[in-house]
């Protein structure tokens, strides 16, 4: 009974090592993605502003913020905290995304992914800082939401807002 004991508290001290620590390391380019978006007949002035919509609209976590914006130059920059399971804990993943703007075009990037566990399934709650995240699955959820994201904002910017 004690050999079992021990070994259930040895599994899940390495365990808790979690998950997005673990197992093979990405690559330094799968640590971003970057897409263009061709929009034709479309001003940078309201591709900014529709850019700005988007990022209120899908970004409203309180960790989520716009940290750089200039019109002119057609720049919007900020981090995005976005909530992701992987095993039995739950994680909080913080990214930077930037957007570019130009007459008919849109460039984002995602970049920088950190990560923290907040839960697990047995009730745990975990109060860890943001990690930088590596790993090459936790990496692969991270690119996951970030095509997702690109999608969104492809579907935001072509969408007719005319009321």
Wanted: glycine residues 4%; proline residues 3%.
């Amino acid at each position: 009974m004690k050999k079992f004991l021990l070994f259930v508290i040895l599994s899940t001290v390495l365990f808790s090592c979690k998950t997005m620590e673990m197992g093979p390391k990405a690559t330094p380019d799968q640590l971003t993605y970057s897409e263009i978006i061709e929009l034709p007949n479309i001003t940078q002035d309201e591709l900014y502003i529709k850019a700005n919509s988007w990022f209120v609209d899908n970004f409203n976590d309180a960790e989520s913020v716009i940290q750089f914006q200039d019109k002119e130059a057609g720049k919007l920059m900020g981090k995005y905290v976005t909530s992701a399971k992987m095993s039995i804990y739950n994680y909080r993943i913080k990214s930077t995304i930037q957007i570019d703007l130009k007459e008919n075009k849109v460039r984002v990037t995602f970049k920088d992914p950190y990560f923290k566990a907040v839960s697990d399934d047995t009730g745990n709650v975990y109060n860890e800082s943001y990690k930088p995240l590596v790993s090459k699955d936790g990496v692969a959820m991270a690119q996951n939401n970030w095509k997702n994201l690109n999608t969104s904002l492809k579907e935001y910017l072509n969408s007719d807002d005319n009321w």
